[in-house]
Every structure is written in structure tokens, then in C-alpha cells.
């Protein structure tokens, strides 16, 4: 039998999903002036990451997969990916008063962020990896981690899937479980021939080079004035369609 299994994820495996979240980036050093342990309340947060994954399990062209331990049946890790899909002209509308909806908000005041967040901080990383994704991804031609949302004009059938979020719970972490579910993806699109972009973290990176992903550009955010003693530091890197081993 094989230690882990890789399936996709349901309304129910939620609850495992922002567990395995909080165990997976207990220790990142960014996340940690993002969103500061003493200001975020632990509960203010579980709700915010669960409304985000349950929102992303309905959004038309997101998958996300779970990979369980197969004798205990807990959730290990997962990741997000999204299949760019042709949307129908209802869920074009749903999209836009979204939108337009999350542009309001942000004009009163309100940022996208769990209460007690560091807006400043949370601004300077999210929007400035999204100045990235808009230099190096090609949307009708490349796999992505974390792309921006793409236009609904140019969503095309024939497209390809995205990673957005890849994370193992500490206990699991080193049994093989991140590198199973980003093979599930990569699969794909190396049998497409597609190139794949991703953000790494500072953990992340040894495993992405290892898969064949190259460090194309840098975010670095001086985080000196929250009290950081090193920049704030997401790796952007590409990769090529490859042949990967089983
Ligand atoms: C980064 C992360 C997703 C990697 O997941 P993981 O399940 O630990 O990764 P793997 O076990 O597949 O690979 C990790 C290492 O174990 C090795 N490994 C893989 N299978 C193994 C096995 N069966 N036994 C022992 N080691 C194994 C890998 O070769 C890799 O080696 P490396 O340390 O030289 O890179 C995980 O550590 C994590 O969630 N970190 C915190 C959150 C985060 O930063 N996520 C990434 C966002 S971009």
C-alpha cells in the first residue's frame, strides 16, 4: 500500500486544510510580520483561511488536492491549482460584482487581510508578488503558482493548470508528500509541454530546484522597521517542461 494517497479535496476536508496551514507556516519568518502570532487572534484567522479555501473549492477552474496518510487517514498536505476554464456568463457576472465588491471594501478601509494584520507589510509582499506574476507569466502559456486571476477575456479551453498553494503539515514534512502533490501537477504539464511559475518561501526553494524550477527574480522586503533582522524573501522561479522520473 502506498504511504500517502492524493485526491481531491471537499467542503469537508477544510477544518484539515487550515491545520495543516498553520502547522506548515508556523516557523515562516515572513508570515510571522504579515501576520504578527500577538495580533491576529488564532480564531480570527482559522476563519479567514477557511473562507478562503472554501471559496476556492467553488471557484470555477480552482482544484485543490489533499494528500492523506493512507493508514491514519489525516491530511498531510495539499495544494491549490487552478484549471483556467471558459466561464459562463452567469459565473462571469458572479465574478465581477466579487470584484467589485473586494474594490469597495478595500475603499473604505477595508484590506483583504485577517483583523490585526500588518496591512503595510501584507501590501508590500501580496501586491508586490503580483507585479511580478504581471512581468514573467504568460497566462495562455505557462503553469503558475499563484498567478493573477485571469482576464475572463482571454481564458481559453486549451489552457493550463496553475499551482496556488502548497503546504505539508510539520509532522509529514520530508516523507516525500510536497513532492507527490506538485507531481500530480507537473505531470500535467510537462505532458502539455508547459512552462510553470512559483513563489517559493525559503523552504520551499530546495525542493522547487530539485523538481527543475529556476530563480528568475527576487522579492525582498526590508522588514527592518517591524523589527525584522533580514528582508522579507519570496523566490520567483520558472521551469521548464521536463521529463520527470515516476
Ligand atoms: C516546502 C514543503 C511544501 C515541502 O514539502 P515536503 O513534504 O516536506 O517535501 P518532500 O518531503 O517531498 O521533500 C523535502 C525533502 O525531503 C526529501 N524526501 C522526499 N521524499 C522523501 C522520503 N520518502 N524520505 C525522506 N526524504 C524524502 C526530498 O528530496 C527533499 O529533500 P531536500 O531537503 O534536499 O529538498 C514543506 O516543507 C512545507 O509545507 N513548508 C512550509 C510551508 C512552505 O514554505 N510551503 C511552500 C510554499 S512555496
Not at 502547522?23 to 482559522?46: C, G, L, R
Not at 514534512?173 to 504539464?189: C, E, P, R, S, Y
Amino acid at each position: 500500500m502506498a504511504p500517502f494517497i492524493v485526491s481531491p479535496a471537499s467542503v469537508d476536508d477544510v477544518p484539515d486544510m487550515v491545520q495543516v496551514y498553520n502547522s506548515a507556516f508556523e516557523h515562516n519568518y515572513f508570515s510571522s510580520f504579515t501576520f504578527p502570532k500577538e495580533k491576529v487572534p488564532q480564531d480570527i484567522k482559522n476563519e479567514w483561511l477557511a473562507e478562503k479555501y472554501t471559496a476556492a473549492l467553488r471557484t470555477p477552474g480552482m482544484e485543490t488536492f489533499v494528500c492523506r496518510d493512507n493508514i491514519s487517514g489525516e491530511v498531510a498536505g495539499f495544494a491549490r491549482w487552478g484549471y483556467p476554464v471558459v466561464l459562463t456568463d452567469a459565473q462571469k457576472e458572479e465574478k465581477r460584482t466579487r470584484d467589485a465588491e473586494a474594490k469597495q471594501k478595500r475603499k473604505k478601509g477595508i484590506a483583504p487581510y485577517p483583523l490585526g494584520s500588518n496591512v503595510e507589510c501584507c501590501d508590500a509582499k501580496f501586491l508586490g508578488l503580483e507585479k511580478f506574476r504581471d512581468k514573467h507569466v504568460d497566462y495562455e502559456d505557462m503553469y503558475g503558482m499563484k498567478p493573477r486571476p485571469l482576464s475572463l477575456n482571454t481564458i481559453r479551453t486549451d489552457e493550463h493548470p496553475v499551482v496556488y498553494f502548497l503546504g505539508v503539515h510539520q509532522k509529514y514534512q520530508g516523507k516525500g508528500v510536497g513532492t507527490l502533490l506538485l507531481k500530480n501537477g507537473l505531470n500535467l504539464a510537462d505532458a502539455q509541454g508547459r512552462k510553470t511559475y512559483i513563489e517559493a518561501t525559503d523552504a520551499g526553494r530546495r525542493l522547487y530546484l530539485k523538481l527543475g524550477w529556476e530563480e528568475i527574480d527576487v522579492l525582498r522586503i526590508d522588514i527592518q522597521r517591524w523589527g525584522g533582522s533580514k528582508p522579507g524573501t519570496n523566490y520567483i522561479m520558472m521551469r521548464d517542461p521536463q521529463t520527470l522520473g515516476a
